[in-house]
């Protein structure tokens, strides 16, 4: 009897072992392995509340079991290799201002202005502009702006619809130069500069058709149009077709979060975003880039809570409130968020990060009219401790 206890005993401890390595402890309770392998599975499994959809592809989220904390600074750019690579005219001035050093280069025909950020601290300032850059050849930002938004991601457009960036084609050509081309020449161009390493996250080709459609329509939309502007006959050619290219900073192949938290300075606690776009043409390029991280030390991988563990934190959130109108959670992603800790460094976490557009009537009050709008937010995880991270002017 003794000799077919034992190895039963030795069976049922063999189980128990193998069960334990195959969870992970997520605060006070235990999640299967399993739960990182197939969030699409899971969701058909949650009772989502009422007027709350689902609208992004699960299968398209990168499954991450475990990431590091890194304590990071403030990328330093090299002014020397900064200013070799981008100035081409000559330098006709510099100074020190809030942001960092200024400087203006070239003639009449060709005009360069280059800001390298220190975040003000040549000037005993803190301006919370910081790691990174703001160069313009040419390219005239004032006017472009009448036609497309530079904010990352899903922007709210909705009372200036002759800015939606969605209304451009992606990956195409355009006359002056091939998309691949062009990409490949900027991409270039940021690692001669000494950016870190970028991936592309969004791409748009601003075409000539789509450009007058977008003025048009800001015309009709009320605004008023600088009097340098009003007189020029020719205010669009296909000399302006752009590419507009935005990318993130990536570190262990995790992408940094960009979309825009907050402005000004941040707190300690608060949460940061790191924004890079760059506008190129064929007379000339934008470049504008700040909140870029440079590593200092490295923890341990951490374990992280799964998809499905975050996503059902989100659906708790929202189960808690009436939602009288539609809200979507249109995209689910794992990035770095920058948490600043002390004066000058920072952590990135990992974190489970939902954007959720919240769909809303409005009426036009001259002729009655109602129309649907989407607003954007996002609502973002912890990816180790499973808290929800906010940004400073967000609602508790």
């Not at 499994?45 to 009422?50: G, V, Y």
């Not at 006709?92 to 280069?105: D, K, M, P, Q, V």
């Not at 776009?277 to 909140?291: L, N, P």
């Amino acid at each position: 009897m003794k000799n077919i206890l034992m190895p039963l005993l030795f069976l049922v401890l063999l189980i128990f072992t193998t069960a334990c390595e195959d969870t992970k402890k997520e605060g006070n309770t235990i999640e299967k392995g399993s739960e990182y392998a197939n969030l699409e599975t899971a969701l058909r499994s949650m009772e989502l509340p009422d007027n709350f959809l689902i609208d992004f592809d699960p299968n398209e989220v990168q499954i991450v079991e475990a990431a590091k904390i890194h304590t990071t600074s403030f990328l330093e750019m090299d002014e020397k290799k900064v200013k070799k690579e981008l100035i081409q005219g000559e330098i006709i001035s510099t100074e020190n201002n809030a942001h960092g050093l200024w400087i203006e280069a070239g003639d009449k025909e060709y005009k360069e202005y280059l800001t390298i950020y220190d975040g003000g601290e040549a000037l005993g300032v803190d301006s919370g502009v910081n790691g990174g850059i703001y160069y313009s050849a040419v390219i005239d930002w004032n006017k472009l702006s009448m036609v497309v938004s530079t904010d990352p991601g899903f922007s709210d457009n909705n009372g200036e619809p002759y800015k939606e960036k969605n209304d451009y084609q992606s990956f195409v050509n355009l006359s002056f130069k091939n998309y691949s081309e062009a990409l490949t020449e900027v991409e270039e161009l940021l690692s001669s500069i000494g950016f870190p390493d970028l991936e592309i996250a969004e791409a748009y080709s601003l075409d000539l058709d789509t450009i007058l459609e977008h003025y048009n329509l800001y015309i009709d939309s009320g605004n008023s149009v600088d009097e340098e502007y009003i007189d020029d006959e020719e205010l669009w050619s296909v000399d302006d077709e752009s590419y507009l290219f935005f990318f993130r900073q990536t570190v262990d192949d995790i992408p940094l979060v960009n979309i825009n938290w907050q402005e000004g300075v941040r707190a300690t606690g608060e949460a940061t975003e790191t924004s890079i776009s760059v506008i190129y043409s064929k007379e000339g390029m934008i470049i504008s880039a700040d909140g870029l991280f440079n590593v200092l030390e490295s923890g341990k991988k951490e374990p992280l809570i799964s998809g499905t563990s975050a996503l059902k934190k989100l659906l708790d959130f929202y189960s808690g409130y009436i939602l009288e109108e539609e809200t979507k959670v249109f995209s689910m992603e794992l990035c770095y968020v920058g948490i600043l800790r002390s004066d000058k460094n920072y952590e990135l976490v990992p974190a489970w990060v939902f954007g959720i557009a919240k769909t809303s009537e409005r009426t036009d009050p001259e002729n009655g009219t109602k129309d649907s709008y989407d607003s954007y937010s996002y609502y973002v995880i912890n990816a180790i401790t499973g808290e929800r991270i906010r940004k400073a002017s967000e609602e508790q």
